[in-house]
């Protein structure tokens, strides 16, 4: 079995790519089983402030994006970046962190999990925290202003998956972890405009536990974008880190996975292509 997933990321509300994409997907004919939006979908000042109003347009126009792409395939799961809105993140007291494997869709995926085929599970954990240049912060984060505060998601999210309720996951379970900031220290949340001093726009609690043997066991992929200028991919042990650079200047990743009988985790990563398309301008 195999499943072919779109992985769009940083959109930035560029609908004219949004559009560019999809016409070159209807003109090749591509197969695709999911579509995976990994955050900054509207383009939202970084701001705990906004009315009501303000909030109410930019989630208008995250809605926008991720309807658009209902068009192209059905399944479409999504997390918000630090360029979407606080309500994007409120999980509500009633809503469940299990996700059923059919939601309605587009579905929002921060900290969430569901299933998206047998044995292949899908965590989402939106949003950023900040950039630091030589140890100085150089951005801010949103909506976590700190480490910290991501760190306490990040365990919400990933502790009763992988270290606490050991019947979470089947042995031959595998997992796509999808995040909007990519661990710390990877190539792919590194920036390197100045190669002496790089940013670390990425988070590194993700990375301590991303490196784990438990989180390795079944851990097969985390995606991520907000680090515009490090596209590609690396390895942290046996698992791919994949950023396919922002959508909004044209980028994006085809991925497949294939199951193999036999094996745990039961899905690998077959193919990783990064594409990007003409320059609109
Ligand atoms: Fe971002």
């Not at 769009?8 to 209807?26: G, M, P, Y």
């Amino acid at each position: 079995m195999e499943l072919v997933i779109l992985h769009v990321t940083d959109i930035h509300n560029a609908l004219e790519r949004v559009e560019q994409l999809k016409s070159w997907l209807a003109s090749g004919n591509h197969k695709l089983d999911v579509v995976l939006i990994s955050g900054d979908i509207a383009n939202a000042p970084m701001d705990w402030n906004l009315t009501a109003e303000q909030e109410e347009q930019y989630q208008k126009d995250l809605q926008v994006v991720v309807d658009s792409f209902t068009s192209v395939k059905s399944r479409v799961y999504f997390i918000p970046g630090n360029h979407d809105v606080l309500p994007v993140f409120k999980v509500g007291e009633d809503s469940p962190p299990l996700v059923p494997s059919n939601p309605p869709f587009p579905c929002n995926m921060h900290m969430k999990r569901t299933t998206i085929a047998p044995n292949l599970h899908l965590l989402g954990l939106g949003g950023s925290v900040p950039g630091y240049q030589g140890g100085e912060m150089i951005w801010e984060g949103f909506p976590y202003r700190n480490y910290s505060e991501m760190d306490s998601d990040v365990h919400k999210l990933l502790d009763p998956v992988f270290f606490e309720d050991t019947s979470c996951l089947a042995a031959n379970d595998a997992v796509i972890l999808m995040t909007h900031v990519g661990p710390a220290e990877s190539d792919t949340s590194y920036i390197r405009e100045d190669p002496q001093k790089p940013i670390v726009s990425g988070n590194k609690e993700l990375m301590k536990l991303i490196a784990t043997e438990k989180m390795q066991r079944h851990c097969v992929l985390n995606i991520h974008g907000h680090s515009h200028f490090s596209p590609g991919q690396c390895v942290v042990g046996k698992t791919r880190i994949l950023n396919p650079g922002p959508l909004q200047d044209g980028c994006y990743g085809l991925y497949t996975l294939r199951q193999r009988a036999g094996h745990s985790p039961s899905w690998e990563v077959a193919s990783v292509c990064f594409h990007t398309l003409p320059s609109t301008s």
